[in-house]
């Protein structure tokens, strides 16, 4: 993990990313990164200040979709995450939350192109929203993983669910961040 500061590259050994964004719990935080590349100032300006909606798709077990969406930018975005995708060493599940309280997102903008940090918010997750992403984590660290498994896993929810819209249909949890001059 890497201190992220607006304009610095967001790994210093790359300088290009693929469009396209990703989701992971690491070091006790939960990250939302945003790969965009031909950026525009709106972009950046709507992802530090702008609504954003997530959404939770959880099946059997251990099934977890992380949804997301800035509704003046794109739709529905997913991510399929297990806990264990980024298991390192002393990687640990996030800890029990008592009824009340909340986590945090970390969310970073990159310019694909440039592989620099476009913009950054962190956010407070609503309650309910925090729990059940905790739990989820919890009891995928819990089990045991193999890669090939999850794949055929994720490949079969897109073969139900084609596409983000679908999945969001039937997330179970949701939370709205509201935009920031409304917080």
């Known amino acids: 993990m890497y201190l992220r500061r607006i304009g610095d ?3 210093p050994a790359e300088s290009r990313w693929p469009p396209g964004h ?3 719990y690491d070091l006790d935080s939960h990250h939302l ?3 965009r590349s031909q950026l525009i100032a709106l972009e950046g300006e709507v992802i530090q200040q702008g609504e954003l909606e997530l959404a939770l ?3 059997d077990v251990t099934t977890l979709v992380v949804l997301h969406r800035f509704p003046v930018l794109y739709n529905w975005a997913d991510t399929p995450y297990n806990f264990h995708l980024d298991a390192a060493a002393g990687h640990r599940p996030p800890p029990i939350l008592l009824p009340g309280q909340s986590a945090r997102l970390l969310v970073t903008l990159v310019n694909a192109d440039t ?3 476009a913009a950054l918010r962190q956010v407070v997750l609503a309650p309910g929203f925090s729990q059940a992403l905790h739990a989820r984590l919890q009891a995928q660290a819990r089990y045991a993983f193999d890669s090939s498994t999850f794949d055929r896993e994720v490949a079969a929810l897109y073969r139900r669910y084609p596409t983000p819209t ?3 249909a039937q997330a179970t949890h949701f939370c709205r961040i509201a935009p920031a001059s409304q917080s």
């Open 33 to 35: 990164d945003l790969f």
């Open 22 to 24: 990703a989701y992971y």
């Open 57 to 59: 798709f959880l099946e």
């Open 9 to 11: 590259l967001y790994h």
């Open 166 to 168: 679908h999945l969001a």
């Open 115 to 117: 592989g620099r940090v």
